[in-house]
């Protein structure tokens, strides 16, 4: 099972590897905008799978990424995508740190709300101070470009930048969840209190890995704004917390692999009902199918997407595999 | 900007210098803004210190008062609305993210509902509210059994995916429905009028129709929850679960009648707030993140608790948006982020 399970990682990767040489530029475009969610997808996997925290105020990070991005690029040349990218996951950890400073004080659904009321905080800042350009955001005049040798500007630069950057984190994210500190967090995830008792000392690990998700959500935000080209609040507003939620739990919970499958599949469920060439007139009310299709994917896969070849498996030889546990962590 | 608030500043000093009981700037009324659901004030003052002051000063006593009745009444609404949802969340552990779309569906009703029943019974207010509440038990009962009762046993995530499912089918049944359009509802020609309120504001009854409906409710709840039977069970089923199922209570039936009211509770506030508040695509939406707000602030399960956290929104949500109208938004979530860091389990914690 194992083998399968780093197998199909692989071919995920090596299919978005050589995905543009087959595709035109729609495709390019809505695969690195699907790339980036999937980015931000995964760093909210780190903290809801594998510590066991929900975080319903993701977008802040992400957000405070791209608006970082924007702000400093300087405004008579393309800035340096070095210099932008440090900067802008610097900015995004840096809020990760206070907020989750205070908001690790609580628990449970309370915690859930702490970090609401961060990011909403963040949200108004950007939308009702002339720092943010208020509702209409502010456009990236010039995209980032590393020397000559990476202009961001070109689409199939960024498809290839977002790809490793991805693929980067998902293999950093993978190695975390089997090093000592991962296994930590797992263990905060199933217990804390027995945690503590066996002498770990948890606000520690788990601020560390708050503000190592907000860092990498900030790397999406990124990501984002060198891709759009511009930065509006909506991207700090609660939707989208609420949409990189649903995007990990459609993928399964507990796998950094369900994180990549949902955000592919949230995406291209919304591309399938938004087209006109399928349900015509009715595209329009494309949130009806997305819905449904929620609702009945709930009904249906209680693992999430991730866990259906072993809900097959299950169906055809009667037999329930061993419960995910600690091994399952890609 | 900046230089406008200097401006007041020093106007507004200057005129305290002289007289100190001069009538307020024509400036200092708030007016009546159809930007916020609930139709609070919009104010002009910037957010420092010295227009703070000054603006408390201005503010006469019938402004203060009607703010104050505002902030009442729009913390009553929240109140119900919560209520259900911190009813549901206590009780059945189920986050319910579809709750603002009942209330949502609530306005609706209110607005397609009227000329119905003027059609077939002959019109009538408190009619269409009690059809509107009979749908909605209706509607809650059915949703329960279809959608949630197979869900207890899962995780809380799945119910969130679940009921963000739900809110889509709703917005977009609306929008199929409906319209995308904003719609008004006019109140009852008996509830239409103003009084009086000093020589120059009124302040419409409706209004305070509506803060009566909420206490009302309220009052109706407190009596359902510490004085009858099923609200021993609702209390004890929020203690613990496992302890009632094995003193013999059918906690699938409780679980829907609790699930049914929360929702015609939801509803009725809709039904009530629309004359006032307008009926638009995504009013749900807005609602629904403040009433987590108080359900949080409050206590989860805590009926005591949402009371408080909604009266307390409403007045720094009101006040905010007259004397900090620009940090107005962020007023509520500070006010969150600063109660949950006092107390990390809400005012009163439930269970």
Known sequence: ?330 | MWRSRVWLTRHAAARCECDPHAPPLRGSLPPKGAKFPWGGPAGIFGPCAVVFCDQLQTMNLITFLIQCLNALQYGLLLFLVASGLTLIFGIMGVINLAHGSFYMIGAYMAFGLAPLVAGTLGGGFFATLLIGVVLAVLLGYVLEWAFFSFLYEREHLQQVLMTYGLILVFEECRSLLVGDDVHGVTPPDFLAGSLPLGDMMTYPVYRLFISGVCLALALAMYFVFSRTRLGMMIRAGSTNREMVQSLGIDIKFLYRVVFAAGVAIAVLAGMVAAPVSSVYPGMGNSVLIVCFVVVVIGGIGSIRGALLASLLIGLVDTFGKVLLPQAAGVLVYVLMALILLWKPDGLFKAG
């Open chain 1, 1 to 330: 099972m194992n083998q399968f399970r780093y197998l199909f990682v692989f071919l995920v990767f090596a299919g978005l590897a050589v995905f543009p040489f087959f595709s035109g530029q729609y495709g390019v475009d809505l695969a690195t905008k699907i790339m980036v969610m999937a980015l931000f997808a995964l760093s909210l996997e780190l903290l809801v799978g594998g510590t066991g925290l929900v975080c319903f105020g993701h977008a802040a990070f992400f957000g405070i990424g791209a608006y970082a991005t924007v702000l400093l690029s300087p405004s008579d040349g393309p800035g340096s995508v070095l210099w932008l990218l440090v900067a802008s996951v610097l900015a995004a950890a840096l809020y990760a740190l206070v907020v989750g400073a205070l908001s690790l004080r609580t628990k449970g659904v309370y915690f859930i709300m702490v970090t609401l009321a961060f990011a909403q905080m963040a949200y108004y800042v950007v939308h009702d101070t002339p720092l943010g350009g208020g509702t209409d955001g502010i456009y990236l005049l010039m995209k980032p470009v590393l020397g000559d040798v990476l202009d961001l500007d070109k689409a199939n630069a960024l498809y290839g930048f977002t790809l490793a950057c991805l693929a980067a984190s998902f293999g950093f994210l993978a190695l975390l969840g089997r090093s000592r500190f991962g296994r930590a967090l797992a263990g905060i995830r199933v217990n804390e209190q027995r945690m503590r008792a066996t002498g770990f000392s948890t606000y520690p690990y788990k601020l560390a890995a708050f503000v190592i998700s907000g860092a990498m959500a900030g790397l999406a935000g990124f990501l984002f704004a060198v891709k759009d080209g511009t930065v509006n609040p909506e991207l700090i507003s609660w939707h989208l917390s609420g949409e990189v939620l649903i995007m990990i739990i459609l993928g399964g919970i507990g796998h950094l692999r369900g994180a990549l499958i949902g955000a592919f599949a949230f995406a291209l469920l919304q591309e399938f009902f938004k087209s006109e060439v399928v349900f015509g007139e009715f595209a329009k009310h494309w949130h009806l199918g997305l819905g449904l299709t929620i609702i009945a994917s709930v009904a249906l896969l209680p693992r999430g997407l991730v866990g259906v070849p072993a809900q097959i498996r299950e169906r055809l030889l009667g037999v329930s595999s061993a419960k995910g546990g600690d091994d399952e962590s890609v």
